[in-house]
């Protein structure tokens, strides 16, 4: 059965930091490559951070760059997100997705991804 199992949300204060956490299950995690997407009430998912499946190499959307880092573990079966410096308007659910290697297909293409986890709640609020 496959699992992309989100955790590590929580209410923040402005500037403050959190670290989520993305297990995977069920398939072959070192083949795949990790997404962060987050969607915020009202508005559409976005992409925010994309990890290739080696972990070599890492995207950022242009609102969380320099702010937020995406890593991959692959003996954990895991993915990261290390959020820093964290604003009201990063307030949303955020989401792990997985997809294999798939040349030319933009990583923010969310249609481009195999397996979903079911979203964490961040709150950045004083």
């Known amino acids: 059965q496959v699992q992309l199992v989100e955790s590590g949300g929580d209410l923040v204060q402005p500037g403050g930091s959190l670290r989520l956490s993305c297990a995977a299950s069920g398939f072959t995690f070192d083949n795949y490559g990790v997404a962060w997407f987050r969607q915020a009430p009202g508005k559409e998912r976005q992409a925010v951070a994309y990890i290739t499946s080696s972990g070599t190499n890492t995207y950022y959307a242009s609102s969380v760059k320099g702010r937020f880092t995406i890593s991959k573990d692959n003996a954990k079966n895991t993915a990261y997100r290390q959020m820093n410096s964290l604003k009201p308007e990063d307030t949303a659910v955020y989401y792990c997705?997985?997809?294999?290697?798939?040349?030319?297909?933009?990583?923010?293409?969310?249609?481009?991804?195999?397996?979903w986890g079911q979203g964490t709640q961040v709150t950045v609020s004083s």
């Open positions: 997705a997985a997809r294999p290697r798939r040349p030319g297909e933009l990583w923010e293409f969310e249609h481009s991804y195999d397996y």
